[in-house]
């Protein structure tokens, strides 16, 4: 059992580390979205801690949905394809989003409004994946799901 927006959600055990990167990733905007409204100095420094952090966690994160949960589901008959799309679409929009935040970082000056957008879309992105997508492919291939094993990584 995790906790999740302040009530429980059961989790199969192989989503328990994209669940458990959701957590991490949500604190990690926050810490950005707070930022929005410092200085120069504090925007920058806060956008450069994201960048860095969805670099290594985000980037490996959208890969083992897109190549090893995803596929489980998209051929079944009642396949959630709408939101499979939404998600994807999403992961290159959040990847745009970046290598802006990233432009921005390496000009020395970070727009606090890329990363409210920024915050807002992956918070927006997490919890779709939370509340509909995910309790969808659970209900829809849980079997499935026994035979995946996400590797081990740093998740911390
Ligand atoms: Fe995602
Ligand atoms: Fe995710």
Redo the contacts with the bound molecule.
């Keep these: 059992l995790l906790k999740y927006r302040g009530g429980v959600v059961r989790r199969h055990d192989a989503l328990i580390p ?1 669940t458990h ?2 957590h991490h990733a949500l604190h990690n905007l926050r810490l950005l979205r707070r930022a929005s409204d410092e200085d120069d100095a504090g925007r920058l420094d806060a956008a450069r801690t994201f960048a860095a952090f969805f670099r290594e966690h985000s980037v490996l ?2 890969r083992e ?1 897109e190549e090893e949960i995803f596929p489980l589901v998209i051929s079944h008959p009642e396949a959630p394809t709408d939101g499979v799309v939404r998600v994807l679409v999403e992961h290159v929009r959040l990847h745009a989003m970046v290598k802006a935040l990233e432009a921005q970082v390496a000009r020395g000056s970070v727009e606090a409004v890329l990363m409210q957008e920024l915050a807002d879309l992956l918070r927006g ?2 919890r779709f ?1 939370e509340d509909d997508l995910f309790p969808a492919i659970e209900r829809l291939v849980g079997e499935e799901l026994g035979a995946v094993s996400l590797a081990e990584r740093d998740r911390t």
Excluded: K, M, Y
Aim: net charge negative; proline share 0%; glycine share 0%.
């Design positions: 994209l990167d959701h994160h959208f949905e992105h997490i994946e």
